[in-house]
C-alpha cells in the first residue's frame, strides 16, 4: 500500500509546494489528507496522460515526416515506455507491489477516460 508521503513524493508538486505539504502533513485533518491524496493521484495520472499524448504527437508527426516506421507508434508502446521511465524513478522508494499499485490505478484512471 502506498501512503501519503510517498505520493507526495512522486506526484509532481513543485519542490517548494512539496516542501510545504510535507512540513504540514501531520497537522493536516482526515479530510485534508484525504483531499491531497485524491490530488496527489490525479496530478499523477494526468503527468501521465500528458506524457503519452505528447510522445503519441512526436510519433505521429515522424511518421509523417518518413523519420519513423508506422507500426512504432502503437499507443501501448508508447504507454509502457513511459511508465518505464516512472517505473525508474521509482525504483529505490518503492517495492515492486507498490509499483504495480500505481501502474494499476494509472490504468483503472486511463481506461476510464477513455
Do not use: H
Not at 502506498?2 to 482526515?30: G, H, V, W
Not at 503519452?52 to 523519420?67: D, H, K, M, N, R
Amino acid at each position: 500500500m502506498i501512503d501519503l508521503k510517498q505520493l507526495i513524493l512522486i506526484a509532481p508538486f513543485e519542490e517548494a509546494t512539496r516542501q510545504e505539504i510535507q512540513t504540514k502533513l501531520d497537522s493536516l485533518s482526515d479530510d485534508q489528507k484525504r483531499d491531497l491524496e485524491n490530488l496527489s493521484w490525479t496530478m499523477i495520472i494526468n503527468d501521465y496522460q500528458n506524457k503519452v499524448g505528447l510522445e503519441s504527437q512526436i510519433a505521429i508527426t515522424e511518421v509523417a515526416q518518413g523519420v519513423r516506421k508506422q507500426e512504432e507508434t502503437d499507443l501501448d508502446q508508447i504507454q509502457e515506455k513511459i511508465f518505464d521511465d516512472l517505473s525508474t524513478k521509482l525504483q529505490g522508494l518503492f517495492t515492486q507491489g507498490q509499483i504495480e499499485e500505481v501502474r494499476q490505478k494509472i490504468q483503472e484512471q486511463t481506461a476510464k477516460s477513455s
